[in-house]
């Protein structure tokens, strides 16, 4: 990897002003468990390297109003054993730990999972965020068998990678962040964004500013995640959806359901929602829902497969949420 500073600041504050309001120049390192790869890959090669991991502040989970607050460099072992989200939001105890990994999951941390470039096998080995060669698409008539099946009419066909998301998203999470600025906060839902250049990312988040947590509030909402994966660990899934709904009186209401690893964003299933809500949880509610949610799929030319997939994971991520 290519020479670079490194600092490591005890404050938000001062993490802050040492990052450049340009993309690439700097770089955050929380778990390192995606970036020390990107550096090794030649991805990215920032001239400074701005360490978290003195940052105190930033770390552990606490209630404060009728919310949970997680810090974003609190690691995902800490997220999954702590007894309040096991027991408000299964939904992110089941994304994080189909990750499989011990060492991941001791080392990586919220922010980070939130985070992380794309795993898209054209960007990794460095055709860029849209996959070209020569000017030209590669992705479109190339290996896309784990690529983007919404959301996928322009240059980006990449997938988010984020375990986390759609499970915050689906749960009505707020992310804080903080820059020159000051402080801001940003709902889940609109965190992330599809790029349109090669120097954009794949958030909202500006290069000179730090995610510093996530608010979960508890609103006592039924949730569940289903992932479908090939593979037990050092994996990502191939699709994914996250549920959380009221369930009172027999019927479902304030039905949200949002899938993962089939667009480059985390996507609002808005149909399957809608035909969810106002009906008993039945077999047939099931099976209408999980139809409305890849009613809009376009899939590519290796990647239809995940029209099925995706049918199955909503429906057991709705089972999931009711048990």
């Known amino acids: 990897m290519n020479a670079f500073e490194?600092?490591?600041p005890t404050s938000v504050d001062d993490a802050v002003s040492l990052l450049s309001d340009s993309w690439g120049e700097t770089e955050v390192l929380a778990g390192g468990t995606d970036l020390l790869t990107l550096l090794k890959q030649g991805l990215t090669a920032p001239r400074l390297v701005v360490s978290l991991s003195n940052v105190k502040q930033l770390s552990g989970i606490s209630k404060k109003g009728g919310s949970l607050e997680i810090?974003?460099?609190?690691?995902?072992?800490?997220?999954?054993?702590?007894?309040d989200v096991q027991e408000h939001f299964p939904a992110l105890v089941t994304a994080a730990n189909n990750i499989g990994s011990t060492q991941i999951l001791n080392a990586g941390t919220v922010g980070g999972d939130l985070l992380q470039r794309p795993r898209c096998w054209y960007f990794r080995n460095g055709f860029g965020l849209f996959g070209t060669h020569d000017g030209e698409p590669l992705v479109p008539t190339g290996d896309n068998r784990y690529h983007a099946i919404f959301g996928n009419s322009g240059a980006a066909k990449f997938v988010n990678a984020s375990s986390l998301a759609p499970g915050l998203i689906?749960?009505?999470?707020?992310?804080?962040?903080?820059?020159?600025?000051?402080a801001r906060e940003v709902k889940a839902s609109e965190f992330y964004s599809t790029p349109k250049s090669e120097n954009d990312r794949e958030y909202t988040l500006k290069p000179n500013e730090v995610l510093t947590g996530v608010s979960i509030p508890m609103q006592g909402l039924r949730n569940g995640t289903?992932?479908?994966?090939?593979?037990?660990g050092l994996d990502w899934p191939m699709v994914a959806a996250s549920?959380?709904?009221?369930?009172?009186?027999?019927?479902?209401?304030?039905a949200r359901i949002v899938l993962g690893h089939v667009a480059p964003v985390p996507w609002f299933a808005e149909k399957a929602s809608k035909?969810?809500?106002g009906k008993q949880p039945n077999d047939a509610a099931l099976k209408s829902a999980s139809e409305a949610a890849v009613a809009d799929a376009t899939p590519l030319s290796r990647n239809g497969y995940k029209v099925q997939q995706l049918r199955v994971a909503v429906r057991r991520a709705i089972e999931a949420a009711l048990a």
């Open 6 to 8: 490194y600092a490591s």
């Open 71 to 83: 810090g974003a460099t609190t690691t995902l072992s800490e997220l999954v054993a702590n007894a």
């Open 170 to 182: 689906a749960l009505g999470a707020t992310l804080s962040v903080q820059g020159p600025g000051g």
């Open 226 to 232: 289903y992932e479908v994966r090939q593979r037990r």
């Open 243 to 254: 549920v959380a709904f009221e369930h009172g009186g027999g019927t479902v209401s304030d």
């Open 275 to 277: 035909e969810l809500g």
